[in-house]
């Protein structure tokens, strides 16, 4: 049976992603799973998909906003436009995405399927249960509204898709994987993502085999009407006895992604951005010295080198805070800081070059990657640093310095103080 992972409430966002960081989204996210399948494989990528904590972590690094429901459309999007190039190469394919791409979703695998040998009809008809237990067997009060489902040239796959719920203004975000998966209709999903909103008829669980089954039979014996005029009687009826004992709903780790936008102290585990930014001092005078005589970007990359190494190196218990993450390449609405997007372009380029060099039998720039990561978890325990707030003042005072970009316009440098007897 499929492993639960998760939950966490994202608040709903609106809005467009501006082509100039979806188009960098694409080439980063690219080469992020590049990177993940070249050290650990497919099977690995999926996993990571699949765990909500390292799929937010994801977005973060990539300059999405760090907490909001808008991550889960722009990874998708971005994997989608960024492997596809890919997909003979790595195996990796993704199908569906938002609105009247998700309906797309059963003829792309069909199509995918032809081409490379897996039965896209059995996979189309995975991604409509899917979509359907998750729309009608799991009752929560979010109406679907993107569906991607990620697949490998061997038939395994990963589906991530997202509800809204409009009143509240929280999205729920389901996790699914054909990994150790038995049943559609009996605990399949590998996390659920969202905010708690009061009692959840989840017809999924295991312990409504007997429901399901009595509804079934309840179908076959009884006319409509009378099943109506019985369901009236039942919902007249007072409330189960409070002395009744129930099987308590086994407790999942909770990621809650708060309202507030900017980023806080209480969202942040700073030792490890601390330790994360040590490494990265550490580190890059011996593995990245020409970076570093670069004017004005090189030891500022490295940091955010750091950050995506951890993406794709990183133990699960690393992503307890997505927050963290958005240190790499800032967000598009300036929270916590304008996207550095001169930082942003070398990320990929070192990156790239990597990815391309391990591919020929050169690993030494993608090692040390991994020793970018080893090194921030060896400072863990005794790094310390700056104040958040002084980290961020920091970004925004450097910001057009980086060629810092929002979704409100290009940031313009700030003038110089005024030195006293002036």
């Not at 690094?61 to 907490?67: P, Q, S």
């Not at 399927?113 to 039965?119: A, K, L, S």
């Not at 609405?333 to 050169?362: E, M």
Request: net charge positive; aromatic share 6%; hydrophobic share 40%.
């Amino acid at each position: 049976m499929a492993r639960r992972t998760g939950s966490a409430d994202l608040p709903l966002h609106g809005g467009q992603v501006p082509k100039w960081l979806a188009d960098r989204m694409t080439r980063l996210g690219a080469v992020i799973t590049q990177a993940i399948v070249h050290e650990y494989g497919r099977e690995e990528f999926l996993r990571r998909l699949a765990h909500p904590f390292w799929f937010q972590s994801f977005g973060a690094v990539m300059g999405m906003d760090w907490h909001s429901s808008g991550i889960t459309t722009s990874v998708i999007g971005a994997l989608k436009r960024g492997l596809m190039p890919l997909a003979g190469e790595i195996g990796i394919h993704v199908c569906g995405g938002r609105g009247k791409h998700s309906r797309q979703t059963p003829n792309e695998l069909f199509l995918i399927g032809e081409r490379v040998g897996f039965d896209g009809n059995e996979l189309a008809r995975a991604s409509r249960l899917v979509a359907k237990v998750d729309s009608a067997a799991v009752q929560d009060g979010f109406d679907l509204y993107l569906h991607g489902f990620v697949v490998t040239d061997d038939g395994q796959w990963v589906v991530v898709q997202q509800g809204m719920n409009g009143t509240s203004r929280q999205a729920r975000r389901y996790h699914w994987r054909s990994e150790g998966l038995k049943s559609f209709v009996d605990a399949p999903h590998a996390a659920i993502e969202g905010a708690r909103q009061g009692d959840i008829i989840n017809l999924t669980d295991h312990r409504a085999s007997a429901s399901r089954l009595g509804q079934l039979d309840l179908l076959g014996s009884l006319a409509p009407d009378k099943i109506a005029r019985e369901a009236s009687t039942l919902m007249a009826a007072c409330a189960p006895p409070r002395s009744r004992k129930t099987s308590p709903q086994p407790l999942l780790p909770h990621l809650s992604m708060p309202a507030h936008h900017d980023v806080r102290r209480s969202d942040v585990l700073l030792r490890r951005l601390h330790a994360t930014l040590a490494a990265a001092a550490e580190r890059g005078a011996q593995d990245y010295p020409e970076l570093l005589l670069l004017p004005g970007v090189g030891a500022r990359t490295v940091e955010a080198l750091a950050m995506v190494a951890e993406v794709v190196h990183g133990a699960p218990y690393r992503f307890a805070d997505p927050a963290r993450f958005s240190f790499a390449h800032g967000g598009k609405d300036r929270h916590p800081f304008p996207v550095p997007v001169k930082v942003y372009d070398q990320t990929i380029q070192v990156l790239k070059s990597a990815v391309r060099n391990a591919k020929l039998g050169h690993g030494e720039e993608l090692a040390a990657f991994k020793r970018l990561d080893d090194q921030a978890r060896q400072l863990e325990r005794h790094a310390s640093g700056a104040p958040l707030e002084d980290l961020f003042a920091r970004e925004r005072r450097d910001a057009a310095h980086y060629g810092g970009r929002s979704v409100f316009g290009c940031e313009n440098a700030l003038p110089s103080p005024v030195k006293e007897g002036r």
